[in-house]
Nanobody, 123 residues
């Protein structure tokens, strides 16, 4: 089993920046990649970005390219998602997930999920 704990959410002003963290523990070596998803009220969960534990492969949703940056720190078993120039429409619960399959943009390929962290973009 793998446990994932997100942190770093909160209230951010439009045009600011925010970095989310996802600390992984447990049988991490059984997984190959980490991903970030988000879910706004009344909407389906959508893919944001994914990265291989090796750090060599990243994948972004087309709509997220440019303002979101995913990274990983193997020494800390932690994945990060930096959000630049956030907009009100980025308000959502952000989830991290771990995949045994590899980098993927679809939630069904992820085996473990965190509880999520709320991000609210508002002035």
């Amino acid at each position: 089993q793998v446990q994932l704990v997100e942190s770093g959410g909160g209230l951010v002003q439009p045009g600011g920046s925010l970095r989310l963290a996802c600390a992984a523990s447990g049988d991490i070596h059984s997984t190959r990649a980490m991903g970030w998803f988000r879910q706004a009220p009344g909407s389906e969960r959508e893919f944001v970005a994914a990265i291989a534990w090796s750090g060599g492969g990243t994948y972004y949703a087309d709509s997220m390219q440019g303002r979101f940056t995913i990274s990983i720190d193997n020494a800390k078993s932690t994945a990060y998602l930096r959000m630049n120039d956030p907009k009100p429409e980025d308000t959502a619960v952000y989830f991290c997930a771990a995949s045994r399959s590899g980098v993927a943009g679809v939630s069904r390929f992820y085996d473990y999920w965190g509880q999520g962290t709320q991000v609210t973009v508002s002035s």
